[in-house]
């Protein structure tokens, strides 16, 4: 027995919600590709029983479509002024970083403001000269020929964003046109104008890529309605057209929140979409419909739910997407993030294009060297350093402190933290280069006020918080000076690395013992590590004479080179100029000074290479107490361009090779005493 009602007639009656469906799709203002698609699944429903699961499948497939903003957009805010406000109210420091956001909203105001480029092409002259006079007063720059050919050989030798052709021409007619325009420049839009219209020729039109279709006899203001309406879309696309600018750098040091602050300068909707552990490619694109289940991908579900098509996306920690079996989810951003490609997305639900350029991609990465090359080509890295003291104590003044005592139910009061219990803080419980554990703990102090108060009856709590009491509620020092309040030991240098926590202080260690000429490499050291220690060795083998060590040291000898933490896992050449020094440190029987700390990858020559993350290391220096930094001379560059606030304290030494900085990072030998 069939699902369908019968009237008097014996003919089948369609379900309501079917037809009200098709009501709301004759009425939407929908792209043809789509509604062709929504038309296509709503005739194939007519024909089904509505008790089957496909039946269900289908319905909520158009409905989805129906839902989705095709064409509903946000207006921009494009006040520059007011944008550097915004960044400077919500973040202290990051001066490049808000100096490259502010360019980029630069370039997006100025795009905006620019007119566009419109071509008028009409064999009657005074056809030509209504339009081009009309669309003039809009502000548009108007070229005006007679013809297809003088048309094409305009357009091959600059843009148009706008082209509008006649539709009946002599020596070449305006389909013929539409078609060869699409090969120079597919990127311009095309409407045609004519006063044969028929149903077959606006389908041949918009067959070859016309974006509108206008009759004539039309009135001068349907003309330039439908010329605003075109142009204005490409605005869109115009504004949001270029770098995908990628944000890397340590946690907690505002990748996430100046993203943020740049939606929130051009009022756009924002959307936070995490990448970390994502694995399956259809997260990203969706799932076809033949799956039970099936739903679209992560970007078009957020598309739906923001209910506009011009929305900010922020894509969180783009560096720890994974692959298996299930696809490859950083192939997919390939297409979603390229601006060549993204116009025509296609989600496996969806099943038709959608328009994604409209749409405002901003990347955060930790590090970068984890994203595959052809992703990583197209993206602008912005790069992120850890804060300094003096800054961290900037911020938590003005921003943690505030925030954190309002949380806690303290903000009518008038607690103060003073400068030393926001420097012990930061020295004493805090090793990071952003600022999440520096405001954890700030949040454990502004408790503890709360549970003392409360616990003591008191009407008041304490109006300053010293140094005294932050020991008391936080307890002993988590963290020390380590090159600062350590002894130097000989075979033990101080070397500085960059992590994706920011930079880090190591210790290289290394021991002789009596063996067979083995080298020993523990501490979850990776290959590069590993090559680093091989290449350093080799190095003090071929010039022991240059050290005063005796040439047939490793003959009867093994070597065991450590670099303590073995439970973390460690890689990268800049470690190599510090695993040196321990080995000569060790085989001159000199102690390697701790405040020194070096980086640099070693050649087999003993030439000193340059490395990354300077800024990082230099404040990796700073909170390990070190007093002299050696880096490599080719870096010298990065060193001098470094702010002053990150040069206290310091003193930075450039080398080009392991002999001229002997002296400065050994001491003198110790005498070996017999009894």
């Given at each position: 027995?069939?699902?369908?009602?019968?009237?008097?007639?014996?003919?089948?009656?369609?379900?309501?919600?079917?037809?009200?469906?098709?009501?709301?799709?004759?009425?939407?203002?929908?792209?043809?590709?789509?509604?062709?698609?929504?038309?296509?699944?709503?005739?194939?429903?007519?024909?089904?029983?509505?008790?089957?699961?496909?039946?269900?499948?289908?319905?909520?497939?158009?409905?989805?479509?129906?839902?989705?903003?095709?064409?509903?957009?946000?207006?921009?805010?494009?006040?520059?002024?007011?944008?550097?406000?915004?960044?400077?109210?919500?973040?202290?420091?990051?001066?490049?970083?808000?100096?490259?956001?502010?360019?980029?909203?630069?370039?997006?105001?100025?795009?905006?403001?620019?007119?566009?480029?419109?071509?008028?092409?009409?064999?009657?002259?005074?056809?030509?000269?209504?339009?081009?006079?009309?669309?003039?007063?809009?502000?548009?720059?108007?070229?005006?020929?007679?013809?297809?050919?003088?048309?094409?050989?305009?357009?091959?030798?600059?843009?148009?964003?706008?082209?509008?052709?006649?539709?009946?021409?002599?020596?070449?007619?305006?389909?013929?046109?539409?078609?060869?325009?699409?090969?120079?420049?597919?990127?311009?839009?095309?409407?045609?104008?004519?006063?044969?219209?028929?149903?077959?020729?606006?389908?041949?039109?918009?067959?070859?890529?016309?974006?509108?279709?206008?009759?004539?006899?039309?009135?001068?203001?349907?003309?330039?309605?439908?010329?605003?309406?075109?142009?204005?879309?490409?605005?869109?696309?115009?504004?949001?057209?270029?770098?995908?600018?990628?944000?890397?750098?340590?946690?907690?040091?505002?990748?996430?929140?100046?993203?943020?602050?740049?939606?929130?300068?051009?009022?756009?909707?924002?959307?936070?979409?995490?990448?970390?552990?994502?694995?399956?490619?259809?997260?990203?694109?969706?799932?076809?419909?033949?799956?039970?289940?099936?739903?679209?991908?992560?970007?078009?579900?957020?598309?739906?739910?923001?209910?506009?098509?011009?929305?900010?996306?922020?894509?969180?920690?783009?560096?720890?997407?994974?692959?298996?079996?299930?696809?490859?989810?950083?192939?997919?951003?390939?297409?979603?993030?390229?601006?060549?490609?993204?116009?025509?997305?296609?989600?496996?639900?969806?099943?038709?294009?959608?328009?994604?350029?409209?749409?405002?991609?901003?990347?955060?990465?930790?590090?970068?060297?984890?994203?595959?090359?052809?992703?990583?080509?197209?993206?602008?890295?912005?790069?992120?350093?850890?804060?300094?003291?003096?800054?961290?104590?900037?911020?938590?003044?003005?921003?943690?402190?505030?925030r954190q005592l309002y949380d806690c139910g303290l903000g009518g009061l008038d607690v103060k933290f003073t400068d030393e219990a926001v420097s012990s803080i930061i020295r004493d419980y805090t090793r990071e280069a952003g600022l999440r554990n520096l405001e954890r703990e700030i949040a454990n102090v502004c408790r503890k006020l709360t549970f003392v108060h409360?616990?003591?009856?008191?009407?008041?709590?304490?109006?300053?918080?010293?140094?005294?009491?932050?020991?008391?509620?936080?307890?002993?020092?988590?963290?020390?000076?380590?090159?600062?309040?350590?002894?130097?030991?000989?075979?033990?240098?101080?070397?500085?690395?960059?992590?994706?926590?920011?930079?880090?202080?190591?210790?290289?260690?290394?021991?002789?013992?009596?063996g067979a000429q083995q080298l020993i490499l523990t501490g979850s050291l990776g290959d590069i590590l590993r090559e680093s220690a091989q290449t350093a060795l080799s190095y003090i083998r071929s010039n022991a004479g240059k050290f005063g060590i005796d040439e047939d040291f490793f003959s009867e000898t093994d070597i065991h080179i450590h670099i303590p933490a073995g439970s973390i896992p460690k890689d990268g050449p800049s470690a190599g100029v510090t695993i040196a020094f321990a080995l000569i440190s060790l085989l001159t029987n000199r102690p390697a000074r701790r405040i020194v700390a070096l980086s640099g990858e070693i050649t087999l020559s003993g030439r000193i290479l340059p490395v990354s993350g300077i800024?990082?290391?230099?404040?990796?220096?700073?909170?390990?107490?070190?007093?002299?930094?050696?880096?490599?001379?080719?870096?010298?560059?990065?060193?001098?361009?470094?702010?002053?606030?990150?040069?206290?304290?310091?003193?930075?030494?450039?080398?080009?090779?392991?002999?001229?900085?002997?002296?400065?990072?050994?001491?003198?030998?110790?005498?070996?005493?017999?009894?």
């Amino acid at each position: 027995m069939g699902f369908f009602r019968k009237n008097q007639d014996d003919r089948p009656t369609t379900p309501s919600e079917l037809v009200e469906i098709r009501t709301k799709l004759d009425g939407s203002n929908f792209p043809e590709h789509a509604r062709a698609a929504a038309i296509k699944e709503l005739e194939r429903l007519e024909k089904t029983d509505p008790s089957v699961a496909e039946y269900a499948i289908g319905l909520n497939y158009i409905e989805y479509l129906l839902a989705l903003p095709w064409n509903i957009y946000t207006d921009d805010n494009l006040d520059l002024k007011r944008a550097q406000a915004i960044l400077e109210r919500e973040h202290y420091g990051l001066g490049h970083a808000k100096q490259r956001a502010l360019e980029f909203l630069g370039v997006r105001i100025l795009r905006s403001k620019q007119g566009f480029r419109v071509l008028v092409v009409d064999d009657e002259e005074i056809a030509r000269a209504n339009m081009e006079r009309v669309i003039g007063k809009e502000g548009h720059i108007v070229h005006a020929v007679s013809n297809g050919v003088e048309a094409l050989d305009m357009i091959k030798r600059q843009e148009f964003d706008l082209i509008i052709t006649d539709l009946k021409m002599d020596r070449m007619d305006g389909i013929q046109l539409t078609e060869n325009i699409k090969q120079v420049a597919p990127r311009t839009e095309i409407m045609l104008v004519t006063g044969y219209a028929s149903v077959d020729s606006a389908v041949d039109a918009f067959t070859k890529g016309a974006s509108y279709y206008l009759s004539k006899p039309y009135k001068l203001e349907e003309l330039r309605e439908a010329v605003k309406r075109i142009l204005d879309k490409k605005r869109r696309t115009r504004i949001t057209r270029g770098p995908i600018l990628c944000f890397s750098g340590p946690p907690g040091t505002g990748k996430t929140s100046i993203g943020k602050a740049i939606a929130e300068a051009m009022e756009r909707k924002f959307v936070r979409i995490s990448m970390a552990g994502l694995r399956d490619e259809a997260e990203l694109r969706g799932h076809r419909r033949t799956y039970v289940g099936a739903m679209p991908g992560r970007i078009i579900s957020e598309i739906g739910n923001l209910g506009v098509k011009n929305q900010f996306s922020l894509l969180d920690e783009i560096d720890k997407i994974g692959q298996d079996f299930r696809g490859d989810p950083a192939s997919v951003l390939l297409e979603i993030l390229d601006p060549e490609q993204n116009r025509n997305f296609r989600d496996h639900y969806l099943d038709v294009t959608f328009d994604l350029s409209s749409v405002m991609f901003i990347a955060t990465a930790n590090v970068i060297e984890n994203l595959p090359g052809a992703l990583l080509d197209r993206l602008e890295v912005i790069p992120f350093s850890g804060y300094t003291e003096h800054e961290k104590t900037r911020i938590a003044h003005d921003y943690l402190i505030p925030r954190q005592l309002y949380d806690c139910g303290l903000g009518g009061l008038d607690v103060k933290f003073t400068d030393e219990a926001v420097s012990s803080i930061i020295r004493d419980y805090t090793r990071e280069a952003g600022l999440r554990n520096l405001e954890r703990e700030i949040a454990n102090v502004c408790r503890k006020l709360t549970f003392v108060h409360l616990q003591d009856g008191q009407e008041e709590v304490p109006e300053v918080v010293d140094a005294q009491m932050v020991a008391r509620f936080l307890g002993p020092k988590r963290y020390r000076h380590e090159a600062a309040e350590s002894t130097d030991q000989v075979g033990v240098t101080t070397g500085l690395v960059w992590t994706e926590f920011g930079g880090e202080i190591i210790f290289v260690e290394a021991a002789r013992m009596k063996g067979a000429q083995q080298l020993i490499l523990t501490g979850s050291l990776g290959d590069i590590l590993r090559e680093s220690a091989q290449t350093a060795l080799s190095y003090i083998r071929s010039n022991a004479g240059k050290f005063g060590i005796d040439e047939d040291f490793f003959s009867e000898t093994d070597i065991h080179i450590h670099i303590p933490a073995g439970s973390i896992p460690k890689d990268g050449p800049s470690a190599g100029v510090t695993i040196a020094f321990a080995l000569i440190s060790l085989l001159t029987n000199r102690p390697a000074r701790r405040i020194v700390a070096l980086s640099g990858e070693i050649t087999l020559s003993g030439r000193i290479l340059p490395v990354s993350g300077i800024k990082e290391k230099s404040l990796a220096a700073q909170r390990a107490g070190v007093k002299t930094v050696v880096f490599p001379y080719a870096n010298s560059t990065d060193v001098n361009g470094l702010p002053e606030q990150v040069k206290t304290g310091l003193e930075f030494v450039l080398a080009d090779d392991i002999v001229s900085i002997v002296d400065l990072v050994l001491g003198p030998a110790k005498i070996i005493t017999t009894s």
